[in-house]
């Protein structure tokens, strides 16, 4: 028998200059609801187990993209000789 675990965790993303950054923030276990019991029972044992994790945290977090972010793909267009060569086979 596992007592019930509730988990919430929370992030907040934001762009920064001119879309070429994004600073977050996570903060996990917000409600510290981690802890959970464990019992069992067999043949003329009764166990139980508490377990009391403490797996709070917070992360800062920041990306930055260098070079041109406004380069298109680089994406080949077939000619018509190419999809009729490529549908033969």
Do not use: H
Request: hydrophobic share 30%.
């Amino acid at each position: 028998d596992v007592s019930t675990r509730i988990l919430t965790d929370l992030t907040v993303k934001k762009t920064i200059f001119k879309n070429k950054a994004t600073l977050s923030l996570a903060l996990s276990d917000l409600l510290n609801e981690q802890d959970f019991r464990v019992a069992s029972k067999y043949i003329n044992q009764d166990n139980s187990r508490y377990f009391n994790q403490d797996n709070r945290y917070i992360k800062l977090g920041f990306s930055y993209r260098f070079g041109n972010t406004t380069l298109k793909s680089n994406e080949r267009t077939k000619t018509s000789d190419e999809i009729d060569r490529l549908e033969k086979n």
